[in-house]
């Protein structure tokens, strides 16, 4: 067991986050020396992120643009009373170009893989191995800890790229197929078409716990692609995960226990929205937020991290509150009415609602009018919540 040096900045964990956090780094600060250390064999693991155009801001496009594979200029939602097709630009980013790229920018030594880390302090990292390294500031950069701190649904999803051995006449990404059976809950098939033959069928739905069958999800896609029509293909890769739906918490504790005195981004800092537990876009903005700071020690990072992590929390209070009624005031077939009548408004709010940036007027217009779950059981619901 050795114990080695680094003068710069050492970010355990080379899932998304951390290495859109090293490529910021590489390209923003190459005065300060970076290490990233991932457990898997690649950065990024076996993953598409997407996104929406108006997700990430302007001055932070920089940071993405070289990871994505694929761009659609508009999205398409179905529901069983409403379909709309919406403007504006849809993305992809596969995990492979996320490897690649870490892999040409920054510098040979800078980074390992196939390397646990075991403990994380301010200023120092021990590996599986036993070794140490001491740095000038440390990020915990390692998914989620104990989220037993938190009030959470989930969004679980299996998700397959096919390759058709014909057209399967989608043009335009369906961000939500609700169309499908609601008996159990809100769900919906997700569509991503890379070309005319080649496309992402994934079957999505919420639900109160994180298990996962993936080979009962799986029949369903298989009798989605039948009932579509969309004819023989091969399965050229798989994928699977739960993403946390928050509807309350006591998050100063969810951030302790994650790592006193650490800072941390991504699922481990509680960087997600509340909604669709999508992480890029807090990956984005807390990667250019650390390469654009002054003091880059230990202490201060967990400062940083943890009174952006803070605020973040607070400000989304909106989206606990739509979560908890999806999840305990509305009947699980009828779940699906509250995305149907969201998705009725206004583009720019449905925008800004993905973005976390929703406004106080679009808080409003999203409240107001009938709403699509009982309201004895809304205030239940929201009486129930922890303080």
Known sequence: MALTKHDGLIIAGGGLAGSLLAL????????????LIEAGETFGGNHLWSFFDTDIADEDRWLVQPLVSHHWDGHIVAFPDHSRKLRGGYNTIRS???????????????FMTDMKVVEVRDDLVTLQSGDKIKALGVIDARGAANLGYLDLGWQKFVGREYRFER?????????????????????????LPFDDTHMLVE???????????????GARIDAYVAQRNFGPGEILREESGCLPVAMDGDFGAFWRVGGARVGKVGLRGGLFHPTTGYTLPDAVRTAALI?????LSGEALHDLTERTAAKAWKDRGFY??????????????QRYKILERFYRLDANLIARFYAGQSTMIDKMRVLSGKPPVPIGKAVNALNSRRA
Do not use: C, N, W
């Not at 606990?320 to 077939?333: K, V, Y």
């Open 320 to 333: 606990r509150t739509l979560d908890t009624m999806l999840f305990r005031a509305a009947e699980p077939a």
């Open 291 to 295: 390469a654009g700071a002054g003091d």
């Open 96 to 110: 492979q170009q996320l490897d690649a790229l870490v892999r040409e920018r920054m510098k040979p030594g800078s």
């Open 203 to 217: 079957d999505t739905y919420y639900g109160d716990a994180p298990e996962l069958d993936i080979a009962a999800v």
């Open 24 to 35: 910021a780094m590489t390209e923003k600060r190459a005065d300060v020396p970076v290490m």
């Open 167 to 191: 057209p399967h006449g989608v043009t335009h990404p369906v961000i939500m197929d609700a169309t499908v059976d609601q008996s159990d809950g809100y769900r919906f098939v997700y569509l």
